[in-house]
């Protein structure tokens, strides 16, 4: 008694093993074939209420749902006969397989991307960040995320092993920051701003490079040198490619000179503090004064700090009043939020 048990345990276990390797499109064939063919035997059966295409699929639905509510089943002993050895077995044994590939397929998504296996390339507008710091890279999150509150995916080329990720971003682990399959997975080839912050001056140049060569043209790209030789270097290649410098030294000894100038440039380049920050916009409207923009400013309640025409190599601080902003130019002031053009435009 116990052969013929095992026997029948072991054809069941195979042939959900089968139906769970099963490609979509096999399984889809063989639950159509099952839907059909009850069908056709609850029609043999004689099961008139069971035959209208939209009453059968409600019915075969319910059922293989497990759900059961009652309200339509077969009223011969032929149709229930059909029903309980025919229809219930496989109805319900595709219905479970579904969500069991479905749930597997989900399970895979998560365990490929939690190991940094995950491919973004499909992804736009996205902000990729190159390198990994474990206290200054999730400091750079807080900030972005605090900026844009979600509005644009962060993802994070890194090549350590993340144990503990944050939610907020997409991981991708490689070997290389310049490698070029790893950067497409990383989605470089449509973000919108790349940044850039390495562990050594030397990593940051070559990912920079790297960077620069796949990204789009209307890419923003940001690094972080300590040494101001290799934002030399830098430049003379990517010309477009915004290097920051270590300020540490300025920092200090500006702040010796004039106390408290350390807190008040943290807290124009910090979105986490209350209060003001700093902002930049690229002006697309037609040609303004920039004096009229400073007084537009000021009744949103913030301040110009400064201007950049078009192709010239650094702001100009507290510039004329008649001072014209063309389409293309940059402006940047101080604000407790981000205006828009629309905002500046107003009367």
């Given at each position: ?63 293989a ?8 089943s ?12 025919w ?11 579904v ?45 972005l ?12 080329l ?25 950067l ?51 430049a ?43 902002f930049?916009?690229t ?65």
């Amino acid at each position: 008694m116990l052969l013929p048990r095992l026997k029948l345990a072991l054809i069941f276990d195979r042939a959900f093993h089968a139906m769970a390797d099963m490609h979509w499109r096999m399984l889809a064939g063989l639950i159509l074939f099952h839907a059909l063919s009850s069908w056709l035997l609850l029609a043999m059966a004689g099961e008139a209420a069971l035959q209208p295409p939209a009453v059968f699929f409600y019915w075969y639905a319910t059922t293989a749902y497990t759900v059961g509510y009652g309200d339509l089943s077969p009223q011969g002993v032929a149709g229930r006969l059909i029903t309980a050895v025919w229809i219930f077995p496989g109805a319900i044994a595709a219905f479970t397989t579904v969500v069991a590939k479905v749930l597997a397929g989900i399970g895979d998504i998560w365990r490929v991307r939690r190991s940094g296996k995950g491919d973004y390339s499909r992804m736009t507008d996205t902000i990729l960040l190159v390198g990994y710091h474990p206290a200054r890279t999730p400091k750079m999150v807080d900030e972005l995320c605090a900026e844009f509150r979600g509005g644009q995916t962060l993802v994070l080329l890194t090549r350590q092993s993340v144990t503990e990720l944050d939610s907020r971003i997409r991981y991708v682990q490689s070997e290389s920051l310049t490698s070029t399959a790893a950067l497409a997975r990383a989605g470089v080839a449509n973000a919108s701003r790349v940044l850039v912050y390495a562990s050594s001056d030397a990593d940051t140049l070559a990912a920079t490079l790297a960077v620069a060569a796949a990204a789009p043209e209307t890419a923003h790209i940001v690094c972080f040198f300590e040494d101001a030789d290799n934002a030399r270097l830098l430049a003379q290649h990517c010309p477009k490619v915004e290097a920051i410098l270590s300020s540490g030294p300025e920092m200090l000894a500006r702040a010796a000179r004039d106390p408290g100038a350390s807190q008040v440039i943290t807290a124009l380049t910090s979105h986490l503090d209350e209060g003001a920050t700093l902002f930049s916009l690229t002006w697309q409207g037609a040609a303004r004064p920039l004096g009229d923009l400073a007084q537009r400013l000021w009744g949103l309640r913030a301040t110009l700090l400064a201007h950049q025409p078009t192709g010239a190599a650094s702001p100009r601080f507290n510039p004329p009043r008649e001072t014209g902003v063309e389409a293309g130019d940059r402006i940047f002031y101080v604000a407790a939020e981000r205006l828009d053009q629309f905002g500046l435009e107003g009367s």
